[in-house]
């Protein structure tokens, strides 16, 4: 808690003093990306209202992990608006299978054709949100399968997937989930295992996104690893552990990691993977605040 004091209390006084619709006009430094409902209390219901509301915060990303279950007309109101406001769209969602093991252990032809069916919709839908990344989580392990011939299926159905993603112009991001406080038998888990899998599919759209609050959970070494697996990441999220809330809350040093970023000239989204440490209006202010604070590098 003394780190998340001694952060916000130079943003917190800016903000007093100037009050906060002004002092938050400035555009952020990296594009953190908010979500539907994270700002609801202070925009109102409304997702369009909150776009706005969170362009006029400075943020220039938004991230919708159920855009491609929208109605194609709101998917379409959502790419105008974030065209007309300079904000980038992220990540949604289009194939996550949390039940199953199908993806590790199927490689028939009639499964094959339900993933580029998939992949067809995840078309339509990003040309109309203005979207190039979609996230994919493969499927549960299978116990009962040798983990090399899984990682093997894995990465062919990878590749009939992108045969659909590449003329699009889309990238499939993997994300690998922590097994320990939320997704326990899931086949992705840590980013070196998705950045071999990347590397044998071998398609500019097949990447990683590091999701660095699950990373920090299930592996550590967040900066060393982004290291080392950085020609295949192509987006970050990123919540505090514990407790899966804004930065500042929690052990990761997010005001280092940003800086890290930014020198390193990263240009892509930072979707902002998490919920509000406290409720309402004064939540969503605190949000914003910390960062500020941690956009401070």
Request: charged letters at 20%; proline letters at 5%; aromatic letters at 8%.
């Amino acid at each position: 808690m003394l780190r998340r004091h001694l952060l916000l209390a130079g943003c917190g006084a800016g903000l007093a003093a100037a009050g906060r619709a002004q002092s938050n006009r400035a555009r952020f430094r990296l594009k953190y990306a908010p979500h539907p409902g994270m700002f609801r209390h202070s925009a109102g219901e409304d997702m369009l209202d909150q776009i706005r509301f969170a362009a006029d915060q400075g943020f220039t990303a938004w991230e919708d992990n159920g855009a491609m279950g929208r109605p194609p007309e709101l998917q379409e109101q959502i790419g105008r608006t974030l065209a007309q406001r300079g904000m980038t769209m992220g990540v949604f969602v289009s194939h996550a299978d949390f039940q199953s093991s199908d993806f590790v252990t199927r490689t028939d032809r009639a499964y094959q054709d339900q993933l580029r069916n998939t992949m067809r919709k995840a078309a339509d839908s990003a040309k109309r949100l203005g979207a190039q990344w979609h996230t994919v989580v493969p499927s549960a392990v299978n116990n009962a399968l040798d983990p090399g011939y899984q990682t093997a299926n894995c990465i062919t159905n990878l590749k009939v997937m992108a045969e659909i993603c590449e003329p699009a112009g889309m990238v499939m991001v993997l994300e690998p989930l922590n097994w320990y406080a939320n997704h326990p038998g899931l086949f992705l888990r840590s980013v070196p295992q998705t950045y071999a899998i990347c590397k044998g599919v071998g398609s500019p759209s097949c990447k990683i996104l590091d999701d660095l609050y699950h990373q920090q959970i299930d592996v550590g070494n967040l900066i060393p690893n982004m290291e080392k697996a950085w020609d295949e990441i192509a987006y970050l999220q990123v919540g505090d552990n514990p407790g899966r809330k804004e930065p500042t809350t929690g052990e990761i040093n997010h005001q280092f990691i940003f800086g890290w970023l930014h020198r390193r000239g990263y240009q892509g989204v930072i979707g902002m993977e998490h919920g509000n440490s406290k409720p309402g209006k004064e939540g969503e202010q605190a949000v914003i605040a910390a960062y500020r604070a941690c956009d401070n590098f």
